[in-house]
């Protein structure tokens, strides 16, 4: 069974080529089969192969496909690596994903391109498919660049509008500086090691210079920092929201953006030799946390609250991973893939019954309205508040936990930590109450209420699994090394839900709405939402001097030499030209005059 | 008493510089003609003298063909200028310049 | 005898195709298209059986013969030469109107040219077919181009010319040279090897051919011919130009000057390799600042050259088979852009990226393999590109750190200019509407596609093809640098 492997991104593949191939000839409902189908296959497949491998004892799996680049010296192969954390990422991206495909194969049914829409999600599913299997890291980026690729695309799926096509090159480019630094990193490696495989770089016994290595891991951090959307490449995750909402929970939640967690957490070996490094990602994690936290105070946008959050969140797994509680990260990105997707799916349909309005302002009062909707996005942010018993409880606990225990980390990130869970409860329950609660803003008929099954079936298991996933106890022992569950005192343990606690009361007195509310209009209001002034600064830093290189060389300044040299010639030519005078006597003279000059001076030489 | 060789050199000199000054001075074709002619000549004493010199008779000779050299350009010559005056009604050189820039 | 062929077939059908033009109309594709076809399974069955060799006497008194060598590499780039001639003809296939019998000529002529260039073993020859390949791509620019093409052709003509004098001079002294050594004048390459020239002599004499590659490469600063040559020739024209022409300049670097002069070339290797790495990043930002469509690619040719200037002179196998790499996945991406360039300026009559925008929604097929191809040129890993780049940075890196840091800076730049350019012409609002690809063109681009992934998944066959000549270099450096 688990030779099958290759079929699980095989799959997805395969489906995105027949729907490109037949681009324009296939209905709706076939389409829809196609790239629901071939998710679901691929879930089903990961599950049977996820059950065997369990009961093989979690030893590490190889598949070699072909051989791709031979490099001399160090060939790679294009092979799949399965062991536990890859198991994991591979099922929450299949599984998840597969319900976000059901789902988006109803919300976008009747978008007239919506062929081409699966082309772009079952493409990124490979990607992101080959990005955790991938045995070399050569394989991982080219997992990496398939789906910063597909991002691009899915971001401005509705291109017509200028505003998206912007906001899928900033995604781009700005991931491309984070790729350029993995890049860069994955050079150091290959000179360091010799090798570009994982498994050689990992248990080499190579004695690598301290500075060298450092230099790798900080610049595989930038890559990660990038495609995460962390501290200081954070600023394309709330304009990527201009794409349709089941990119948005696909790709903006619960997979592409993990992808950073995942490096750190698969080349954890090489991060646990340099001394500072992980120190480093914790405080990223922790900063963009609390930068995202109250970035969302600030949204009006239902969208940007939840990318905000979601950027707050994996600051959340960047902390597990930095205070070396590896598996906790990964629980961690496992839950908020259940809560983030139903949270995002939720929205989405919120949004399909406001006919695309996406202003909280603009909601209010859905719980009487749509109150099926409104009891899932409740349930997802109670998980996202780290409600206890819901599956973000336990993820989060655990990271906090480490956090205050582990020498890399520590009290101080603790605390920071903490406070983050308060920012974190205060705009959940914001956001809840201001588009559940209060006097309607809206202008909709009670018709317009009743939600299409397709578009709540997939939400079923995402509930379930936000309710009830803590529960489920992943093994990382033959990856990260046995599992330590630290001891701590009640208080430290209970901290994080009694600022939660916090938080709620808090946003009931200034959030409830007792009557209709407004967007806060006041310098610190905007600046917040204006993502603390980064956007800002980047443009100044290096969107205007390029253009303005742009447009003062458009002319090539090193033309202007070759333009001097044949403007020379010519007004070189305009001068002798007057001695061409066509008189005779005039060329007389100066044969004469030459002449004379010519044996004077051989007489006075002589 | 004999005339030293040397005057007689001198007097080539002479004669050729009053011929090239005239050929570079004057603009009238005829004129540069004729002192073409005195350079020509000039040239064909200084043969003289040297034949007188070396006591031979090839000087003589080469004075021969130079005057029929010089017959014949002159023959050209003139059959030009008056082709030219025919073409452009005047024997001013200055006017034949389509060979500028 | 039968390498000599590969020379003088495209010749003979150029003439047939410019006589067969005036009698009936039209015919002139077809023997053209054919003939290149029968000349590239030629090519491939000749190559089929290994290498092979030819020398005449030409003139003895120099010691000059026409000398052919046909090994892996030389059929590598003369396969990808006679492919991108079919391209050529393709794509122009309605676009001339006038003396398209001497186009095909011209074609024909220019493609026999630079075959010539791939095989000359002799150094007389090799200049002889460098002037060659040259004339018919200044006529192919000069009457088939577009508004600025005097210009443009005047600039090509000369730089090349100025250059390729400074290389005759330097094959003269080195003739000479051996001459000195031996007591007999000797133009042939394999001789000029085993020739051991004096550090200060083969510095000199290696910057003479440097400069004439240099600037065929194109190196800034001495690229300034290349986005008006590109750009106001005829797509035909800028297909052969951008795919194959600028691939001498790097052939020139890896069979004459890394083989002769390595000592000056390592000497010189700091210098070249920082000269490579501003060719990446000033093509780039150069790219960026352009608003037509050709100039745009033109510029982005600039920036990959450089990655194989960068590799070229990093004396690294890894980086060797980078450059190789890229010399053919370069070759297929800005030919296919170019492609798309010619395309496009037939239906909209202006290569102005004002001028486009919102062409996805009436044409989307062509919109997806411009995305493909744009892709593709900045570095997408599957496709040939991204590979010919990893070799690349992988290998200098080894030898040249910091320059190679700052030359992959160009990953950045070439997002940034190849999203400039698709998201202008195809995304934002419909601008103008454009008929689809025809059958013909959604042939040739789809083959191009095909030929990108699979050089992306499966370079293999790349890297046997050149492995002798990179082996033979890196021999050589094994010996100068223990």
């Known amino acids: 069974m688990q030779n099958l492997l290759v079929l699980v991104p095989l799959l997805p593949l395969l489906s995105s080529l027949i729907l490109l191939l037949l681009a324009g000839r296939l209905s709706p409902l076939l389409v829809a089969l196609l790239g629901v189908g071939s998710m679901g296959l691929a879930a089903i497949l990961t599950l049977l192969i996820g059950i065997e491998f369990i009961g093989l004892g979690g030893e590490s799996f190889q598949q070699v496909l072909f051989n791709w680049l031979p490099i001399a010296g160090a060939p790679i192969n294009f092979g799949l690596h399965l062991d536990q954390l890859s198991l994991v990422m591979m099922s929450v991206i299949t599984g998840v994903g597969w319900m976000i495909h059901w789902y988006a194969a109803a919300y976008m049914f009747e978008d007239k391109d919506v062929q081409r829409f699966f082309v772009y999600m079952n493409l990124f599913v490979f990607a992101m498919l080959m990005l955790v299997l991938g045995d070399s890291l050569v394989l991982l980026y080219l997992g990496w660049e398939g ?122 070996p090489l991060f646990l030799q340099v001394e500072g490094i992980l120190n480093l990602v914790a405080w990223i994690g922790v900063l963009t946390l609390v930068l995202a936290g109250v970035a969302a105070l600030a949204q009006s946008d239902i969208k940007r609250i939840l990318a905000y959050s979601t950027m707050s969140q994996i600051g959340y797994m960047f902390l597990g991973l930095g205070a070396l509680a590896f ?54 942010l109670l998980a996202l508040v780290a409600f206890p018993g819901s599956s973000g409880f336990f993820s989060k606990e655990a990271i906090l936990a480490a956090t205050y225990q582990a020498h890399t980390a520590g009290p101080t990130l603790w605390w920071i930590g903490v406070l983050g869970a308060f920012l974190t409860s205060l705009y959940s329950f914001r956001l809840l109450f201001i588009v559940c609660f209060g006097p309607a803003n809206h202008d909709l008929k009670e018709a317009d209420y009743k939600p299409t099954s397709q578009l709540v079936v997939p939400l079923l298991p995402l509930v379930t699994l936000a309710v009830i996933g803590g529960f489920i106890s992943l093994d990382f022992s033959l990856v990260f090394g046995p599992a330590n569950h630290p001891h701590l005192p009640l208080w430290i343990e209970w901290m994080p839900v009694a600022v939660a606690l916090l938080g709620f009361i808090l946003a009931w007195f200034l959030y409830f709405p007792r009557q209709s509310m407004q967007a806060s209009s006041s310098v610190i209001n905007n600046f917040c939402r204006d993502g603390l002034g980064f956007d800002w600064l980047y443009e100044q830093l290096f969107t205007k001097p390029l253009q303005l290189f742009a447009r003062i060389n458009k002319g090539d300044v090193i033309d202007h030499f070759y333009h001097f040299v044949g403007w020379f010639n010519f007004s070189l030519n305009e001068v002798l030209v007057i001695s061409q005078n066509g008189k005779l006597r005039w060329y007389l003279f100066g044969t004469l005059a030459g002449c004379a000059l010519m044996l004077g001076g051989l007489i006075l030489w002589r | 008493m004999t005339v030293p060789i040397e005057h007689g050199f001198v007097l080539v000199a002479l004669l050729w510089a009053i011929g090239l000054v005239g050929l570079l001075s004057r603009k009238n074709t005829l004129f540069m003609l004729m002192s073409m002619e005195i350079m020509l000549n000039a040239g064909a004493l200084a043969f003289i003298l040297a034949g007188s010199l070396w006591q031979q008779a090839d000087g003589q000779v080469i004075y021969i063909l130079i005057l029929s050299i010089a017959a014949a350009e002159v023959g050209l010559g003139l059959a030009l200028l008056i082709r030219l005056r025919q073409h452009i009604g005047d024997l001013d050189i200055d006017k034949l310049d389509e060979m500028k820039g | 005898m039968a390498l000599s062929f590969l020379i003088w077939l495209p010749l003979l059908f150029g003439i047939c195709a410019w006589l067969s033009e005036k009698k009936y109309s039209g015919l002139g594709n077809w023997i053209t298209l054919i003939s290149l076809i029968g000349l590239l399974i030629f090519t491939l069955y000749l190559g089929n059986s290994g290498s092979s060799s030819l020398s005449w006497q030409w003139f003895a008194r120099f010691n000059i013969h ?313 570095g997408m890993p599957g496709m040939a590109n991204f590979n010919g780049e990893l070799f690349t940075l992988l290998g200098s890196y080894q030898q040249f750190p910091v320059q190679t840091i700052v030359a992959s800076l160009g990953i950045i730049g070439s997002a940034i200019y190849g999203l400039h350019l698709f998201q202008r012409a195809f995304q934002g609002p419909p601008n103008v509407d454009v008929v689809d690809l025809h059958m013909r063109e959604l042939v040739f681009t789809s083959i191009l596609v095909a030929a990108l992934i699979y050089f992306g998944l499966q370079p293999h066959i790349v890297l046997e093809l050149s492995s002798d000549t990179i082996g033979s270099l890196m021999q050589t450096a094994r010996e100068l640098r223990p």
């Open chain 1, 147 to 268: 789906v910063g690729l597909c991002s691009f695309l899915l971001i401005g799926f509705w291109q017509h509008k200028a505003d998206n096509v912007v906001a899928s090159k900033k995604a781009f480019i700005v991931t491309r500086v984070g790729d350029t630094a993995m890049m860069i990193g994955l050079l150091i490696l290959f000179s360091e090691y010799g090798s570009l495989h994982i498994n050689t770089i990992v248990e080499s016994t190579t004695h690598v210079s301290q500075s060298n290595l450092w230099l790798a891991c900080i610049l595989l951090v930038g890559g990660a920092v990038g495609k995460s959307a962390q501290l200081p490449l954070q600023t394309w995750l709330p304009d990527a929201m201009a794409g349709p909402t089941p990119v948005s929970a696909l790709i903006h939640a619960a997979t592409m953006v993990t992808a950073g967690v995942y490096l750190i957490a698969r080349m954890h």
């Open chain 1, 327 to 380: 598996d906790a990260a990964i629980f961690h990105l496992m839950t908020h893939a259940f809560f983030k997707a139903l949270l995002f799916l939720t929205a989405g349909s919120i949004i399909l019954k406001m006919h695309h309005q996406q202003d909280i302002f603009k909601m209010g009062g859905l719980f009487r309205s749509l109150p099926l909707t409104s009891t899932f996005l409740l349930i997802g």
């Open chain 3, 66 to 378: 026409f000398a052919l060598l046909f090994d892996g590499l030389s059929l590598l780039l003369i396969s990808l030469t006679i492919a991108l001639a079919i391209l050529a003809v393709l794509v122009s296939w309605n676009d001339i109107e006038k003396h398209r019998g001497f186009f095909h000529f011209n074609l024909m002529f220019s493609v026999a040219g630079i075959i010539g260039v791939f095989l000359a073993a002799d150094l007389f020859l090799f200049f002889l077919f460098w002037e060659v390949m040259l004339l018919p791509m200044t006529a192919l620019i000069l009457i088939w181009g577009h508004e600025g093409r005097r210009y443009a052709a005047f600039k090509f003509f000369i730089f090349t010319q100025v250059s390729s004098l400074l290389m005759l001079i330097a094959i003269i002294a080195l003739a000479l040279y051996h001459q000195n050594q031996t007591g007999q004048l000797s133009f042939n390459l394999g001789e000029l090897q085993q020739l051991v020239i004096p550090d200060t002599m083969q510095f000199w004499l290696m910057l003479g051919f440097f400069i004439a590659f240099a600037v065929k490469l194109p190196m800034v600063p001495f690229h300034s011919w290349l986005p008006d040559a590109h750009t106001q020739a005829p797509t035909a024209g800028s297909v052969l130009l951008a795919g194959i022409l600028l691939k001498t300049g790097a052939y020139g670097l890896i069979r004459i000057v890394l083989p002769l002069f390595p000592s000056a070339t390592m000497e010189f290797a700091p210098v070249a390799v920082t000269l490579g790495v501003v060719s990446i990043i000033y093509g780039a930002l150069m790219a960026y600042s352009q608003t037509d469509f050709k100039r745009l690619v033109a510029y982005s040719s600039i920036s990959h050259m450089g990655f194989v200037l960068l590799a070229l002179f990093s004396w690294n196998e890894v980086a060797l088979q980078g450059a190789i790499l890229t010399i053919v996945a370069h070759g297929i991406s800005s030919a296919a852009l170019f492609s798309m360039a010619g395309m496009i300026q037939h239906r909209i009559h202006s290569r102005e990226l004002g001028n486009m925008g919102g062409m996805w929604k009436s044409a989307p097929k062509m919109a997806t393999v411009t995305l493909i191809f744009v892709m593709a040129g900045i």
